[in-house]
């Protein structure tokens, strides 16, 4: 009888020490080299593919180069914002670029300081991104995590999981729920966080299908996948007893929509491969199986041995000099503005349209031939504003033409100086 007893207490212990998601029941190695395989047939085009493919280690070195090209290609001819740079973030990071360094731009920056985002399911997006490595954000930023968690918090349905709306009155559907769990998966330690996750946990248990399916318009492959990402991301097994209804549960349903080819269908009634269908499944597949090894599909910390992108050789800045009588000033990009003889709130200005247009000219570093100089003209002392003060002149010159503000202040007021900015940025930068 002790022997019994002391076997049955070092089998316990030995349970207890294997992490809980070694008991995931699903092998989906080879729907995923299947799957792997057949996406990667002819041209990649799509981020979540990617992304999922370089995750479970199955991207081809050539689909590699051939897609980072194409991300370069983007963030060098669109100023992306919303859910579309946020994938892009998540593409350039998965492909073992850093997104805070791309083409010399910072698109975490970009992220956190986006003013377009006013809908619900980009502030999940930009969670997703931003959580998706190690960046710095600002305390100050406009976009933190905390702001973007408060947003996603306080827009969950009333009985529980989160609707495409973000309407607190109307019903959850779980392609939502799943991509909102996605995104709060690594803040499980927040009060708040932790107990919208109980109860979106709760709603999944209760509308998953007897087949271990999700209806949203009718049960769909696109729609478990969600739910089997989302499920993964917040550390539950979509496979536990929990989740699996006469021996069916959300992953191995989704072998059911699979046509033979590595390809997935939407619903059971077609015959034919639906490619979003496919991506969506093989996110799912690959999160699932990074969850059994404690990972999750959208985290790509920095290695410690990964190597920074190198810097730009540092330019000393020219002193700016009068050039003629008229106390005309030069500046280029590479002015120190601090030494200019105007007021602070002009160098401002000047600072900012350089920024920008240094920005704007992105990828001819060492050739600022192509780009505007700023001229800033100071006006005798006996030229003043109503208020007293002397009046200067901002001009910026391109080979299109030159832009003149003949009544810029010293130490004028900031909604004038925001608004030549804004001016000067759409005249020369098209934004």
Do not use: C
């Amino acid at each position: 009888m002790r022997k019994a007893t002391k076997l049955m207490v070092i089998a316990g212990a030995l349970a207890l020490a294997v992490p809980y998601n070694a008991y995931a029941a699903e092998d989906v190695s080879t729907e995923i080299a299947s799957t792997a395989e057949h996406v990667q047939a002819g041209e990649l085009n799509s981020d979540w593919l990617a992304i999922s493919l370089s995750k479970a280690g199955k991207l081809t070195s050539a689909n590699k180069q051939d897609y980072l090209m194409k991300l370069k290609s983007r963030v060098n001819g669109t100023d992306l914002k919303g859910t579309e740079l946020h994938k892009t973030i998540l593409a350039v990071r998965a492909l073992g670029a850093d997104p805070a360094n791309f083409e010399g731009q910072d698109l975490i920056k970009k992220a956190y300081s986006d003013t377009s985002l006013n809908a619900f399911t980009a502030y999940v997006y930009a969670l997703i991104a931003l959580d998706s490595a190690d960046y710095t954000i600002p305390a100050d930023a406009l976009w933190t995590k905390d702001k973007l968690i408060a947003k996603i918090t306080t827009m969950d349905s009333t009985a529980g999981g989160w609707n495409w709306a973000g309407s607190t009155s109307e019903q959850a559907d779980p392609d939502t729920t799943g991509m909102v769990l996605t995104a709060l998966g690594k803040h499980k330690s927040d009060g708040v966080v932790k107990a919208d996750i109980n109860s979106a946990v709760s709603y999944l248990k209760a509308v998953e299908t007897a087949n271990g399916g999700f209806d949203n318009w009718g049960e769909n492959s696109s729609s478990t996948a969600q739910v089997v990402i989302g499920l993964s991301s917040i550390g539950v097994d979509p496979t536990s007893t929990e989740f699996t209804k006469d021996g069916k549960n959300p992953v191995n349903h989704l072998f059911t929509y699979e046509i033979g080819n590595g390809g997935y269908k939407w619903m059971k009634s077609e015959t034919a491969e639906n490619s979003f269908a496919t991506e969506q499944v093989f996110q799912a597949l690959v999160a699932y199986d990074k969850f059994k090894s404690g990972d999750q599909l959208f985290s790509f910390p920095y290695q410690v041995n990964e190597e920074p992108v190198p810097s730009q050789p540092t330019i000393p800045a020219p002193t700016p000099t009068v050039v003629n009588n008229n106390n005309y000033v030069t500046v280029t990009p590479t002015t120190d503005v601090s030494k200019l003889p105007v007021s602070e709130s002009t160098k401002e200005v000047i600072r900012e349209i350089i920024t920008n247009n240094n920005a704007g000219a992105a990828g001819t570093t060492g050739n600022t031939s192509s780009q505007p100089q700023v001229i800033v003209v100071q006006q005798p002392a006996a030229i003043q504003t109503a208020a007293g003060e002397p009046k200067v002149e901002v001009k910026v010159e391109k080979e299109s033409g030159t832009f003149n503000s003949n009544n810029l202040k010293v130490g004028g007021t900031t909604a004038f100086i925001g608004a030549l900015a804004l001016v000067l940025r759409r005249k020369f930068l098209g934004v």
